[in-house]
């Protein structure tokens, strides 16, 4: 097969998105912005989603004009050439060694909380969602879409059932309007809710495989954002409301806690069945991102050819696996050192920042019209968000200058190699 399969639809599309936007962090980052802002923190989210909407935007308009398997470094490259697409698909791949395996170990945390394990057996777990990830990548992206909209709709049903179990009304919903001195809180809790949506540029890569791009990827990008919005916005409330949160570990089973209260102690299972699952769901999209990226460089040229290969399903099976096995090799190097995986994270969501960043200056070039200037909105954007990490964007910065300083030194030795292979002249 030349190319990936297309058989993604709009159901399929949002379902992607929007499990991949809820994560983890549906389960903690609404106690944690209340904890930040208090009640404030509901105008925090409606802000934040207004503020994403740019982006989102232009996610829609390049997927729907440049839909490809490359996702933003495709459309970076587009924009600023080679250089630059090999560039922000380093920074892009930089996250598998760290990103993956923290996310792999809060989806297996959901199963220590029910049974008493010891790190061995937790990995073993890791090791299974793995090939769980790498079955369902064998069945085509409609799988993966399936699955992951039937996840969504659990989440949904169990969001409207906290909403009406907890006797939640608009009027609980009625906040005045942020003071002047609440604003500096809001800040703080926009900068940890900001990345509740970061999703978007691993849902570039799954733009090729839909139907219908230039109706169904953009309208998938857009409801899947409101939807994920729409959840956290709920859970926040209802978190509010019974005065869930506090300080970390009151945040941290926030959730749990509130189900517990609602519908007893077994609901510990549901939290945990719904937490993995939600895990996963993030987890899956961002490796087939990352396998998908890959086949598209190999099919390029741009990475060995034998990389390149497509099952009968339309699957990049020898990326796939590359991927797979990156991901094994570190979530036993982290356990077997037991490094901070909560430290790495925060190093690497540097990364995403200036990704995102990138392929807004990207659209800025690429689009016109109202297209440029949303694009020109959400630079800058990401540039504030970029500057509110401070220290959390060494990692990024670091593996900019070993980069850089790598180009440098194959550049030179390509020069050096091309003046040696010159005849001489007498």
């Given at each position: 097969?030349?190319?990936?399969?297309?058989?993604?639809?709009?159901?399929?599309?949002?379902?992607?998105?929007?499990?991949?936007?809820?994560?983890?962090?549906?389960?903690?980052?609404?106690?944690?912005?209340?904890?930040?802002?208090?009640?404030?923190?509901?105008?925090?989210?409606?802000?934040?989603?207004?503020?994403?909407?740019?982006?989102?935007?232009?996610?829609?308009?390049?997927?729907?004009?440049?839909?490809?398997?490359?996702?933003?470094?495709?459309l970076i490259g587009l924009a600023f050439g080679n250089g630059a697409e090999r560039f922000s698909a380093f920074l892009f791949l930089a996250v598998l060694p760290v990103g993956l395996p923290a996310a792999l170990m809060i989806a297996a945390g959901f199963w220590h909380a029910l049974f008493e394990m010891g790190e061995w057996t937790?990995?073993?777990?890791?090791?299974?969602?793995?090939?769980?990830?790498?079955?369902?990548?064998?069945?085509?992206?409609?799988?993966?879409?399936?699955?992951?909209?039937?996840?969504?709709?659990?989440?949904?049903?169990?969001?409207?059932?906290?909403?009406?179990?907890?006797?939640?009304?608009?009027?609980?919903?009625?906040?005045?309007?942020?003071?002047?001195?609440?604003?500096?809180?809001?800040?703080?809790?926009?900068?940890?809710?900001?990345?509740?949506?970061?999703?978007?540029?691993?849902?570039?890569?799954?733009?090729?495989e839909f139907k219908r791009p230039e109706r169904d990827y953009p309208i998938a990008l857009l409801g899947g954002v409101l939807l994920a919005g729409l959840i956290y916005w709920i859970h926040s409330l209802v978190v509010l409301k019974y005065g869930l949160y506090g300080d970390e570990a009151k945040n941290a089973t926030a959730i749990?806690?509130?189900?517990?209260?609602?519908?007893?102690?077994?609901?510990?299972?549901?939290?945990?069945?719904?937490?993995?699952?939600?895990?996963?769901?993030?987890?899956?999209?961002?490796?087939?991102?990352?396998?998908?990226?890959?086949?598209?460089?190999?099919?390029?040229?741009?990475?060995?050819?034998?990389?390149?290969?497509?099952?009968?399903?339309?699957?990049?099976?020898?990326?796939?696996?590359?991927?797979?096995?990156?991901?094994?090799?570190?979530?036993?190097?982290?356990?077997?050192?037991?490094?901070?995986?909560?430290?790495?994270?925060?190093?690497?969501?540097?990364?995403?920042?200036?990704?995102?960043?990138?392929?807004?200056?990207?659209?800025?070039?690429?689009?016109?019209?109202?297209?440029?200037?949303?694009?020109?909105?959400?630079?800058?954007?990401?540039?504030?968000?970029?500057?509110?990490?401070?220290?959390?964007?060494?990692?990024?910065?670091?593996?900019?200058?070993?980069?850089?300083?790598?180009?440098?030194?194959?550049?030179?030795?390509?020069?050096?190699?091309?003046?040696?292979?010159?005849?001489?002249?007498?």
């Amino acid at each position: 097969m030349s190319g990936l399969k297309k058989d993604l639809g709009l159901w399929q599309g949002m379902g992607l998105l929007a499990t991949s936007l809820l994560g983890t962090g549906i389960f903690v980052v609404p106690a944690t912005a209340a904890s930040l802002a208090g009640g404030a923190s509901l105008w925090a989210w409606l802000l934040l989603i207004a503020l994403v909407l740019p982006i989102a935007f232009t996610f829609a308009r390049l997927g729907r004009r440049y839909p490809h398997a490359g996702g933003a470094p495709h459309l970076i490259g587009l924009a600023f050439g080679n250089g630059a697409e090999r560039f922000s698909a380093f920074l892009f791949l930089a996250v598998l060694p760290v990103g993956l395996p923290a996310a792999l170990m809060i989806a297996a945390g959901f199963w220590h909380a029910l049974f008493e394990m010891g790190e061995w057996t937790l990995w073993a777990i890791q090791l299974l969602t793995l090939l769980g990830v790498f079955l369902l990548g064998l069945r085509g992206a409609r799988s993966s879409g399936n699955l992951q909209l039937l996840i969504a709709l659990a989440i949904l049903g169990l969001t409207l059932l906290i909403w009406f179990k907890g006797e939640v009304s608009w009027r609980d919903a009625a906040r005045p309007l942020p003071s002047a001195d609440e604003w500096p809180p809001m800040a703080t809790a926009l900068a940890v809710m900001f990345w509740c949506f970061v999703g978007l540029e691993a849902f570039a890569h799954m733009g090729e495989e839909f139907k219908r791009p230039e109706r169904d990827y953009p309208i998938a990008l857009l409801g899947g954002v409101l939807l994920a919005g729409l959840i956290y916005w709920i859970h926040s409330l209802v978190v509010l409301k019974y005065g869930l949160y506090g300080d970390e570990a009151k945040n941290a089973t926030a959730i749990p806690s509130l189900l517990a209260l609602l519908f007893g102690p077994t609901a510990k299972w549901l939290v945990a069945v719904l937490g993995y699952l939600s895990c996963f769901a993030s987890i899956n999209i961002y490796i087939q991102g990352f396998a998908r990226l890959i086949w598209s460089m190999a099919r390029e040229g741009k990475l060995p050819p034998s990389l390149a290969v497509l099952t009968a399903r339309g699957a990049p099976l020898r990326a796939l696996g590359l991927v797979l096995a990156i991901c094994l090799l570190c979530i036993t190097f982290i356990i077997w050192l037991r490094l901070p995986l909560d430290e790495l994270i925060r190093y690497a969501n540097g990364n995403f920042v200036l990704v995102y960043l990138l392929c807004m200056a990207a659209g800025w070039r690429l689009l016109g019209g109202v297209g440029k200037g949303l694009a020109g909105i959400s630079v800058l954007l990401c540039a504030l968000v970029l500057a509110a990490l401070a220290s959390q964007v060494l990692y990024a910065v670091v593996l900019s200058f070993g980069y850089g300083c790598f180009s440098l030194w194959r550049r030179h030795l390509r020069r050096s190699r091309q003046q040696d292979a010159l005849p001489l002249v007498k």
